[in-house]
């Protein structure tokens, strides 16, 4: 991003309603108004608001009657790249970093962001008077503070970083001033200062020989320049005024202080007197020898407006937009297209073919000087500009990429292309054709290519072998060049796979998230890499089968390759550490030593051959970009895939797919303790892949999942208490019973799963561990039914008598609680069961929630089962029989219960069904009757019988929660 001060035209009176409208507007040709928002105003903060706000704003401003300026104007332009990046919410907290920075927090303003044909932009509009203190805030230097805060800006937010006046290489040229940017982006039209720049080496000379301030205006004169005082300093400027550059940016000794240690105190330059006549000058006499007047030197070569960089048509389209200048001035004509060289050849470009071309080649020219978005690129600010040339032949092929329309503005999209997926800046023309262009190395298009549902290609244009259409979903071309200008060249280059065919490169892009480019034919695949080498990237050349006569190097992927295993193949060409490791790992077991060590299992994680753990770093859309090893020592060290990027990596424990549901989640430190903290509380967790700066992947989770709650279940520390408090979310946790802080590191064994639960219960809503938790251990003598033991340690009781009874799935985890009543009857039933899991086989039916009466059965427990439907079955059942006696939640979940067990090859009978069972009421013992019946029931079943009370007691295996 680059942020700038608009300066105040001193002719114009101060007046914020007309800046605030201005910004609200869009008014400019081409702009429309994308957001906008009100700051610090009680009027509100929409659209609708303005007017009131405006009021306000003004109220404010006239409690100050004697300060002129009460405004501070300023502008952000961002790249067309990071738009998808710049939420409301990050535009908001980009606009309150700047005027916290500057000094206006607090401050009333207004902020708007506009499209238009060149940028993406946003405005700040801000009243100086505090409202509240009244106090006039005007910042000094504040260049330095805007250049800060952008570069902190697009570090937060992942944004393209836009070298700055502080940025720069000092043993270099220095860059343009915001000025001399600001009118070539809106112009396209040489600065002054970029043609001081460029004629430095003849002007400095000249200006360093001068003996005297007279000498020095001078010789600055004939070339239609002056200098002047401004501020504390001095500044260079054209004759009329209109532009201005800083002498010390020209060159040190150009500052006040040199100048006037060599010169003396300024002097302006004189004034030629009026010539009069000689009879009426007699009396005069000779002028005074030190108000002699010398002639004129003739004019040298001067700053004159001019297109940046030329290409064919140029000079004739720059003649006549100079003569429709000189008449519209001389006839008074107020004519918008001829603001500028730029407004001109736009509009030109609508109905004049070669103001076309010449549009398109000065839109290639300011890429690569200016920049993407009209951002100037400062290390290409002094080069020599390009040549561009465009051959009339390429007029056919400008035309159709002019009239069709691009990929993303497309309403009804082929429907044919969209289903096999479109990359890279593609268009679609009326017939539903896409529009491929082909460029150059340099970026200038040569030529396009229709596409149609047939597969049938036109190419349009004349279009050299070593052209090629480039598809870089990441924009890593772009970067790697940017890199190289910006720093010392180390920077490893960037692989770039070439193919012939555009739907396969779209796959193939698709598929390694790599550069990808297109060759016209099989037979350019070698000079299109050639091309790319020389622009000092990597070519790497897709074949499809390797043949003798197949040359060295190529990467071989076979036609029938499946898109999931392109990455694969690609991955060593590519330098895809982490995926070539994580290919060649197996699954983890639960035999793993690193997983066995800390007492957790493996939920997508694999070991290599050293016996380290790797688990997966991926995006949150689930894109494998990295690997963290862990070894059986402990040690962990990470392998990314793509060094730099901005995007935060974590390991995404959800095997029931619950991300993106709206529940619960959570955020742990470590893989160890989140597979600990899902295996208690069965929520995704986001193990984050930087455990000192997860800021970032907390906020990118929020965005991504807005719906859901994230809970930080990481240890008490300063450092993630800071962090938490930035990014306002909950920070949990442990805490032992004696109120000691504990580390989750601490608790990753399954013994201690339920004071993770318990420690998440309030945060998360666990409506069955709360539920649970509100009973306590019953005594003997809290119920009748309470006197069996075994029975008594398999439940619990609340302060009114409910009878709580765990409902427990087939790992033993409590998932539900059964409510009964002092009497026998079913209050009411909560469960958090969900059935099984994706990764569990298809054909795998839900096991349903059960409680064991008396207590857990045993693992590898062959004996008879009872399957009952009613609490007041299993009680009398239990104290029959020394049978498992299994109580379902309901009589359907009883019958599928049983069928369940009688799967497992488990002897099992379903009371009402394979034992006849007498009617039952309650937890009263039956009568003697029904206790006979019902003993007689079981008996002709040759289940077990409970002889003795003691014997029965000691055989009770029952496990405290």
């Known amino acids: 991003m680059i942020p700038k001060k608009i300066l105040k035209d001193p002719a114009i009176a101060d007046d914020f309603t007309r800046l605030g409208e201005y910004i609200s507007a869009a008014p400019e040709k081409g702009e429309k108004l994308d957001r906008f928002w009100i700051a610090n105003c009680g009027a509100g903060e929409a659209l609708e608001d303005l007017p009131a706000a405006l009021a306000e704003i003004e109220a404010i401003r006239q409690q100050k009657p004697d300060i002129e300026d009460k405004t501070y104007h300023m502008m952000v332009s961002f790249r067309d790249s990071d738009r998808e990046k710049l939420t409301d919410a990050v535009l908001k907290d980009i606009a309150a970093e700047f005027t916290k920075a500057l000094g206006f927090e607090g401050h009333q303003y207004v902020a708007g962001t506009h499209i238009n044909t060149n940028h993406f932009h946003m405005h700040l509009g801000i009243n100086k008077v505090h409202p509240q203190t009244l106090h006039v805030k005007t910042p000094r230097r504040d260049f330095k503070t805007l250049e800060r805060v952008a570069r902190k800006m697009e570090k937060k937010y992942g944004l393209a970083i836009d070298r700055g006046m502080s940025d720069r290489d000092l043993t270099q040229a220095p860059g343009l001033s915001p000025a001399a940017k600001d009118h070539e982006a809106r112009t396209w039209e040489q600065s002054f200062q970029r043609w001081m720049m460029e004629n430095r080496d003849s002007l400095l000379p000249e200006i360093q020989k001068a003996a005297t301030w007279q000498e020095l205006h001078e010789g600055l004169a004939r070339h239609q320049i002056q200098i002047k005082p401004q501020g504390a300093g001095m500044v260079f400027a054209t004759a009329d005024g209109q532009q201005t550059m800083k002498a010390s940016a020209f060159d040190r000794s150009c500052s006040k202080g040199g100048l006037e240690k060599r010169l003396g105190t300024f002097e302006p330059p004189r004034q030629a007197p009026e010539q009069k006549d000689p009879a009426l000058s007699a009396e005069t006499g000779p002028p005074a020898p030190d108000l002699s007047v010398q ?206 065919d555009y739907q396969g490169a779209v796959t193939l892009a698709q598929a390694t998230r790599h550069p990808v480019a297109v060759a016209r034919s099989a037979q350019d695949l070698d000079a299109v890499a050639e091309a790319l080498k020389a622009q000092g990237l990597k070519p790497i050349v897709v074949a499809h089968e390797h043949t003798q006569s197949t040359p060295p190097g190529r990467l071989i992927i076979p036609h029938d390759a499946k898109v999931s295993d392109l990455r694969s193949l690609s991955a060593a060409a590519l330098g895809d550490e982490a995926q070539a490791l994580w290919d060649a790992a197996k699954p983890a077991g639960r035999d793993s030593p690193v997983l066995v060590a800390q007492g957790v299992q493996s939920f997508g994680c694999r070991e290599d051959a050293g016996g380290n753990l790797l688990v997966p770093l991926r995006t949150l859309s689930g894109r494998l970009e990295g690997v963290a090893q862990i070894s059986p020592t402990g040690t962990q060290t990470q392998i990314r895939s793509r060094k730099g990027e901005q995007e935060p990596l974590a390991c995404l424990i959800d095997p029931a797919r619950q991300l993106g549901s709206g529940g619960p989640v959570l955020l742990a430190q470590s893989y160890m303790t989140g597979a600990a903290l899902h295996r208690a509380t069965r929520l995704p967790v986001v193990v984050v892949a930087d455990p000192g700066g997860w800021q970032a992947t907390a906020e990118a989770v929020k965005t991504k999942w807005p719906a859901s709650a994230v809970v930080v279940a990481m240890d008490d520390t300063p450092a993630n208490r800071d962090q938490a408090k930035a990014a306002d979310l909950p920070l949990v946790a442990p805490v032992s019973p004696s109120g000691r802080r504990m580390s989750y590191a601490d608790l990753t064994q399954p013994k201690a799963a339920e004071t993770l639960r318990d420690t998440l219960a309030e945060v998360t809503k666990d409506a069955v561990w709360l539920e649970w938790r509100s009973g306590r251990t019953p005594e003997r003598t809290d119920h009748p039914v309470m006197e069996v033991g075994t029975f008594r340690r398999g439940a619990r009781i609340t302060e009114d008598g409910t009878i709580l009874l765990p409902l427990r799935n087939e790992h033993q985890r409590l998932s539900g609680v059964l409510a009964v009543s002092a009497d026998g009857e079913v209050l009411h039933t909560l469960t958090d069961h969900k059935g099984p899991s994706p990764q569990d086989r298809q054909d795998k039916a839900p096991t349903p929630l059960s409680h064991v009466v008396g207590g857990f059965a045993k693992k590898g427990d062959t004996g008879p089962v009872i399957v009952v439907r009613t609490p007041a079955e299993a009680v009398a059942l239990h104290r029959e029989t020394t049978a498992t006696v299994m109580l379902a939640r309901t009589p359907a979940d009883a019958t599928a219960l049983a069928d369940h067990l009688r799967g497992q090859n488990r002897r099992c009978l379903l009371a009402g069904q394979d034992l006849k069972m007498p009617e039952l009421k309650g937890f009263s013992p039956p009568s003697t009757s029904r206790k006979k019946a019902l003993r007689q029931a079981l008996s002709a079943a040759a289940l077990p019988m409970r002889q003795e009370r003691t014997k029965a007691k000691q055989r009770g295996q029952g496990m405290d929660l």
């Open 295 to 500: 002639p004129t030197p003739p004019p040298g070569k001067g700053y004159r407006p001019r297109p940046l960089g030329r290409t064919t048509g140029t000079a004739a389209l720059w003649g006549r937009y100079q003569r429709r200048r000189r008449a519209a001035r001389k006839d008074g004509i107020l004519d918008r297209t001829l603001r500028s060289w730029f407004t001109y050849v736009l509009a030109e470009a609508y109905r004049d073919p070669l103001a076309a071309v010449v549009l398109l080649a000065q839109q290639e020219i300011m890429n690569a000087v200016i920049g993407p978005g009209g951002i100037v690129d400062q290390a290409l600010d002094f080069r020599p500009l390009p040549r561009v040339r465009i051959s009339e032949a390429s007029l056919k092929a400008v035309q159709v990429w002019r009239e069709a329309a691009p990929w993303r503005d497309v309403g009804a999209r082929p429907a044919w292309a969209e289903a096999k997926g479109v990359m890279g800046g593609v268009k679609v023309d009326d017939r539903g054709n896409l529009v491929v262009p082909f460029r150059d190395a340099q970026g200038r298009m040569e030529g396009v290519r229709l596409v149609a549902e047939d597969g049938r290609a036109l190419d349009i244009g004349p279009v050299s072998r070593s052209s090629f259409h480039l598809i870089d979903p990441r924009r890593m071309v772009e970067r790697a060049r940017t890199d190289r200008n910006t720093h010392d060249g180390t920077t490893p280059p960037v692989p770039v796979l070439i193919v012939s």
